[in-house]
């Protein structure tokens, strides 16, 4: 149970040092043991008048007593637990620091805070990647709550202090434990750490200042974003408690996989499969580009399996710079499992002409690589 400091020495809450010095003096006249000499009662009476003093003219453990507290029930319980070295309630306020009661000096934080970011991913096509695009996006954040304009009252009116804590935002409670009284300090209750209080909360947001609301924003997703990328939108994020300013929106972009096209960096990345004959003779095709343009791919006479043909400038759009990256047209070369007679006829010609004779790859020969080392660099890009 605190003491009650203010009515020891018969003072408001209010009273300043002087006024209490002086009610200090008028005790201190009259229960002073000096001219009390052997009256017990009037000894403890002087006693807590100075110790009223000592508390109240101390700005710290008068804040303490204003929250309910009592800074000296602390010192008492360690001096009895043998702690009392350490003086005025230092490792009462070390342990409670130190248990995650916070420090007393802490005050009460405002009401109206900084709101939060929000995160919101969407998926866009290559095509938009390519193009770049306007999306709507549904939202989900706390917004202004437009009943009371933020300010969480019905009436619009200012928060008043908090009974409760004072306006300190916080209380302080003794608890018991092994190594004796300690004072933890936690967030009031009824203000919830704001040190004030709204006396008529706004019937739509109970006085929290916002509400939470879906809507639609519109997102300028620009030509070249790469996939995992977030846009930032100032202020379209989080409304703060009790009104207080919205933090940012981030809407991260995430591409679909594309059935034609890899994207690796500004680079764009196609398969064609080529017949063995097309190969051998040289052939073209098409292949319609993200921006609908079609693109002719012409596969030069003896092109080899896994080699590819490049198209500068045909790739993506380089994200905040001029330019593109390229294209590459990888060619599979594709070989007849099940031949007609006809075909299986025209090809045995072709071995009869020369070109067949199966063999061995030896390192240095200067046919191309081997295929295990072109695996292997694959393997490692
Ligand atoms: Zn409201
Ligand atoms: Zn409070």
Redesign the pocket.
Known sequence: MARDYYGILGVEKSASDAEIKKAYRKLARKYHPDVNPGDDEAAEKFREASLAQEVLLDPQKRQVVDMGGDPMEDRAAQGGGGFGGFGGGGLGDLFAEFFGGGAASRGPRSRVQPGDDALLRTTITLEEAYSGVKQQVKVDTAVL??????????SKAKPVTCDHCGGMGQVQEVQRSMLGNMMTTRDCPKCYGFGEVVTD???????????RKRRDITVTIPAGIGDGMRIRMASQGEVGHGGGPAGDLYVEVHTEPHPVFERNADDLHLTVRVPMVDAALGASCTVEQLDGEELTLDIAPGTQPGESITLQGKGMPRLRTDGFGNLHAHVDVVIPTDLDKKTREALEKVRAAGHSGTEVHHAGDNQGESLFSRFRDKFRR
């Open positions: 709550c437009d009943r009371c304009e933020g300010t969480g009252s019905e909360p706004c019937g739509h947001c109970g006085g929290d200042g916002r509400v």
